[in-house]
């Protein structure tokens, strides 16, 4: 998608340390890393992986209108006669300091947003409620890697008062290395939870690589956090800044004060101003009126007024298999299947569990996956979560989430009501035979399963 930004060819060269090779363009319209979506005008960076090789495509990024290429140096003598060439010593190393160039240039106040759950639908309600007043930039969908950051910052315009930008990781020191180019001023933490711990030794390792946003933030800046979180004092403590707070309960800056989950009405109390402010949530669930909270905190701290806040909030609208709601044959499905890990799981359940409808409700739960040597044990423990709701039947997919089964059935969930599949397609075929018109069906499980697929073999 072209977003109307010039660059520099020559700032480019420099912000990259990298070589003009054949003739210099006179400008760049964008970044891309796609040859098929690459719209003209636009310079292609040729990254390469452990099964790819950008500089396959460089002819084709040139047949779609590219303006230039970033290549590796050595790759240059076959690459010949394609189009200006910029050389360099590492592409993906190239990407990352042209978009520490472009923010560098821009003047719009960075906002990181990571977590362990909910950074997406945080990061997307921020920029919502920002925009009721503010030009923003802001992550599109979840580019919130060590190539999708670089892009999303590359989008930002030199007129964008503020950037809401998603810090996503998986490994140790992922964090700090993306908010080295980032370089935010305000930064949130969501939540600390159990998610990609076959890669972290410890929740405490979690919450620490989380605390890294904190450690970034100048002086000057802000940190938003929920004083619910059990991790709170240690992350508070990573800050140096101010340190703005949200709850349910306890003494903070906004405090969610009522909550008619029946009715989706939320009532939030500023302390600066004492001012009560009356929302009806977008989303269903508790861990979504959090996510409000959030998106509330951080608009007044940019001096957004309540009535524009408001306004946003209530026309917000998730992204794609985040609470989707969709029907089919008369079926409710929510969509929840972006991703899950036993925080966010445990968030679906108990927000499904509330939702309001006629006929009875299903579960499709599937692999909570990159959970290491826990992973038999949380399946087991979402099980018997899932045991303590009267749920019409519980429908398991992969090797993993069978654990929720026996989970369920150990603490009494009835065994004639439980079946567990290896693929979407038997999934799919057990609810044909299961539900009726005005069911409802949640979906929830890690990015790998897919599970959005049985949304697709319903329809069929």
Known sequence: MAV????????????????????????????????????????????????????TFVADAFRRGAAAAVVQAD????????GPLLKVRDPEYALRQIAAGHRERCRATAIAITGSAGKTTVKDMVACALRAECDVAATPGNWNNHIGLPLSMLRMHDTDQYGVFEIGTNHPGEVGA????????????????????????SIDAIADEKASVLRCLPDTGLACLCRDDRYFEYLADAATCRVTTLSWSQDADYVCVDYDADGGQVSIREAATGEVIDFRAPLAGRHNVTNVLFAVAIAREAGVGVDGIRAAVEQFRPSAMRWERLSVAGV??????????????????????????????WLVLGDMLELGDAEDDEHRKIGTIVAGDPWAGVITVGPRAQR???????????????????????AAAILKNWVKADDSVLLKGSRGMKLEEIVVLLSA
């Not at 400008?27 to 390469?48: F, K, M, N, Q, W």
């Not at 927000?351 to 309001?356: C, D, G, K």
């Not at 929720?404 to 038997?426: K, L, P, Q």
């Open 332 to 361: 409710a499905i929510v969509n929840d299947a972006y991703n899950a890990n036993p925080l966010s799981v445990r968030a679906a359940l108990s927000a499904f569990a509330r939702e309001s409808g006629e006929g009875r409700k």
């Open 404 to 426: 929720i089964a026996e989970g369920a059935c150990a603490a009494g969930f009835a065994a004639d009501n439980v079946a567990s599949v290896d693929c979407n397609e038997a």
């Open 75 to 82: 790759r240059v003598p076959v690459l010949t006669d394609v």
């Open 178 to 201: 993306l908010c080295d180019i980032l370089r935010p001023a305000w930064g949130v933490v969501t939540t600390v939870g159990a998610a990609h711990t076959a890669y972290f030794e």
């Open 4 to 55: 109307d930004i010039s660059f520099d060819p020559a700032a480019i060269a420099e912000w990259c340390e990298g070589h003009w090779h054949g003739t210099v363009p006179e400008s760049i319209r964008g970044v891309s890393t796609d040859s098929r979506t690459l719209d003209p005008g636009e310079i292609y960076i040729a990254l390469c992986g452990d099964n790819f090789d950008g500089h």
